[in-house]
């Protein structure tokens, strides 16, 4: 063969490679691809002493194993990587997928397929809310269905004056809301609300009955239950309320996975699952119906017994789509049902303290039950003293499992979520002992209307602190708690750097922040949704960055909203709640949007 003929066959053979490569070899879920000319990529190290600045690369390649390949310069990629079908991104900003430390997947895809009380601004308002549903399921009236009437987020803060808590007797007031058993969770899962036909079915116990870590709302001159039932007392319902079959389950967690990914949310730390429901993740993951990524967290009763034989934990199941590799307690319950345990009496409710879901005798037990097997312990604590008793906890254990050397704890990475209410020295104590705060920046926000009056000013100095803790040197991972909160991540963002209502006022004053003090950058707040919250889940070197060997998990905006307003940026802080991705893309795939990719 002459030399320009073996030229010419090569030629055709590459040209061949290239048609292969292209049309075949990519043609499934993990195509190889270039993603080039950015105009900003926003990527953060989990290293808090390194700058937080805008990427030096504008381009990367998504590898056919649904890692990022490569990151580099638009010039020096595109001649490298010439066969790839590619994605010019010029005038996107891209950055990692959002993390949310704190949400709880199948409650958010259940809500959706229940009848919504979210913002209802009175009892009326949610009686009506619950017939337009019973209109739209007529099954539920039907005698002998078994069937109830089930909706979530009622919030008697919302309904002014001093209502309290709504009672049985206001839906049972309404001729098709007394017969059919209802209960209605409170915005925070910590209260329900029901009917008389829900209480006669579930056997409230009359008073004077124990009910540890909990409370039966009862009148206080008949002693009769009222129709709330808080914290541990709603196992009186869960206990008779119809199960939702695999197959109800596996649509809630595929509504609440189409909605992450709407907005940008590519994975979430469920914070609180059962071991039956992570075999049902795992099942959808089998059958490639599981389009996010989740760093489950063990659901642990109120008792040392209940976490004593956990099983192995799980890293990384099938692409990393599961870990399971930490455990939730909950130690109280919430401010907004005066749930939240308290050193001191609430400042509108002096008689009470709130309550403790785990004795106080057995937190120090069932943390290091949990820790001797190997898992991360994290710990629901809203008021103070429920945090400064799993502070003290995890500074005993310490003491006897690592000699007293607080480098042993902070390397398992214990994290205490929402560590909201704080005295002012247990502060210090996170850092100190390497304890992560898991922070829901709407919380703030939301509880902002109420917090005065339920804690007076004196406790507010130390409460709902963010900046406070990066000052500190240390990670605080963002999250949500969706469905308490919205699934949307930019309203966690917008929280967090104006501590504003969405109406651009606060407690404070209008176009005053509450606490201003508190306010994260934005750039503070990316991170926190991102690489902190990789950290978080001892997953800093694999998710949380756009960098070589990571997972492909990303958002493509169609503006740069990272860049702050007096550094040049061109969107404001309410523009913040308007933004949404055009793509959301986890391992590589677009999960939301297209990517129109180009040969």
């Known amino acids: 063969m002459r030399a320009n003929e073996c030229t010419v066959c090569i030629s055709q053979q590459a040209l061949f490679a290239v048609y292969v490569i292209r049309h075949f ?17 926003y990527s953060y190290s989990h290293d808090l002493g390194e700058p937080l600045s805008q990427a030096q690369f504008d381009s990367f390649v998504v590898g056919s194993d649904g890692r990022f390949e490569e990151v580099g310069n638009a010039a020096e990629l595109k001649s490298k990587f010439w066969h790839l079908n590619h994605f010019d991104a010029s005038g996107k900003t891209i950055i990692p997928g959002f993390i949310d430390s ?6 958010q895809g259940a809500n959706s397929m229940q009848a919504n009380l979210a913002k209802a601004k009175s009892i009326k308002e949610c009686i009506s809310r619950l017939i337009r549903y019973l209109n739209a399921n007529p099954d539920i ?89 808080i914290d541990a007392a709603m196992a009186f319902m869960f206990k008779i309320v119809p199960k939702p079959s ?151 254990i310490a003491r006897k499992r690592g000699n007293g050397d607080t480098e042993w704890l902070r390397a398992q990475r214990h994290r ?59 990670h605080v991972a963002l999250g949500s708690d969706f469905p308490v909160e919205s699934v949307d991540p930019m309203k966690g963002v917008y929280a967090a750097t104006t501590r504003r209502w969405e109406n651009g006022s606060s407690p404070a ?13 934005r750039a503070e707040a990316l991170r926190g949704f991102t690489a902190s919250a990789a950290y978080a889940a001892f997953m800093e070197e694999s998710v949380g960055r756009i960098q070589k060997g990571f997972w492909a998990d990303y958002a493509v905006y169609d503006v740069d909203w990272i860049k702050e307003e007096e550094d040049g940026g061109h969107v404001g802080d309410l523009e913040l709640l308007q933004l949404a991705p055009s793509v959301t893309v986890v391992g590589g795939i677009a999960r939301h949007g297209k990517i129109k990719l180009q040969q």
Request: with cysteine; glycine share 10%.
């Open 25 to 41: 070899a990519h043609a499934g879920a993990s195509e190889r691809y270039l993603v080039h000319s950015a105009t900003a990529i």
């Open 102 to 107: 704190h949400a709880h997947l199948l409650h």
């Open 141 to 229: 009236e039907k005698e002998g269905s078994g069937k109830w009437l089930l909706g979530a987020g009622w919030d008697q803060n919302l309904w002014g004056g001093d209502l309290g808590f709504p009672t049985a007797q206001d839906l049972d007031a309404h001729p098709r809301l007394k017969n059919v058993p209802i209960m209605l969770l409170r915005i925070d899962v910590h209260a329900v609300w029901c009917n008389s036909r829900a209480m006669v079915l579930a056997g409230i116990p009359e008073q004077g009955t124990p009910t540890p870590g909990g409370e039966v709302i009862r009148d206080p001159e008949t002693g009769a239950a009222t129709g709330v039932l």
């Open 246 to 396: 695999d197959e109800d389950r596996k649509k809630a967690a595929g509504i609440a996975a189409k909605t992450m990914l709407e907005k940008g949310v590519t994975g979430l730390h469920d914070a609180g699952v059962t071991l039956d429901e992570i075999d049902l993740f795992k099942s959808m993951i089998d059958d490639g119906k599981f389009p996010i990524r989740s760093y489950a967290m063990i659901m642990c009763e109120r008792d040392p017994e209940a976490c004593a034989d956990l099983p192995a934990p799980l890293e990384g199941y099938k692409r990393g789509l599961l870990t399971v590799r930490s455990v939730k307690l909950v130690s109280d319950g919430a401010l907004g049902s005066w749930g939240a345990a308290m050193i001191d009496p609430y400042s509108d409710k002096p008689d009470s303290k709130g309550l403790l879901k785990i004795a106080e005798e057995n937190i120090e037990l069932t943390i290091d039950q949990v820790i001797g097997q190997g898992y991360q312990v994290n710990t629901h604590c809203i008021g103070d003293r429920a945090n400064q008793l799993v502070l003290n906890a995890l500074e005993s």
């Open 416 to 474: 205490i979520e929402h560590a909201q209410i704080l005295q002012p020295t247990d502060v210090p104590r996170f850092a100190s002992l390497g304890v992560i705060p898991s922070v829901q920046p709407t919380h703030a926000t939301s509880d902002m209307g109420i917090a005065t009056s339920r804690l007076g000013r004196d406790r507010l100095q130390s409460s709902y602190v963010m900046k406070t803790f990066l000052k500190m040197g240390m």
């Open 509 to 521: 004053g209008d176009d005053v922040g509450w606490y201003e003090g508190e306010r994260l950058t």
